[in-house]
Nanobody, 125 residues
């Protein structure tokens, strides 16, 4: 059974940091590109960050570049999204997504086959 389980969300103040985790089970984690997306109230889900399965390269949305860092630990089947200098506009439900050996359209949510349930991040001003 494939499972993506996010954790680490919460309520923080602007300028604080959070680290989200996403654990993948039921698949060969090392062969999956892992992405993060978020959805704010009343808005569509948007791309946040992605880490490539083959070489660990990363890409970020412009809105989080320089503040968020995505990493993966293949031994633990987990990706980590370190979020620093959080802003109120970072508020939303954060979703982890996975797709097998994906190397294109990495910021396109419909390209991902597997999704977690999401974790809430709320940044108070």
């Amino acid at each position: 059974q494939v499972q993506l389980v996010e954790s680490g969300g919460g309520l923080v103040q602007a300028g604080d940091s959070l680290r989200l985790s996403c654990a993948l089970s039921g698949l060969d984690f090392s062969r999956y590109t892992m992405g993060w997306f978020r959805q704010a109230p009343g808005k569509e889900r948007e791309f946040v960050a992605v880490i490539n399965w083959s070489n660990g390269s990363t890409a970020y949305a412009d809105s989080v570049k320089g503040r968020f860092t995505l990493s993966r630990d293949n031994a633990k089947n987990t990706v980590y999204l370190q979020m620093n200098t959080l802003k109120p506009e970072d508020t939303g439900v954060y979703y982890c997504a996975a797709d097998y050996r994906r190397s294109t359209n990495l910021n396109y949510q419909y390209a991902y086959a597997y999704w977690g349930q999401g974790t809430q991040v709320t940044v108070a001003s």
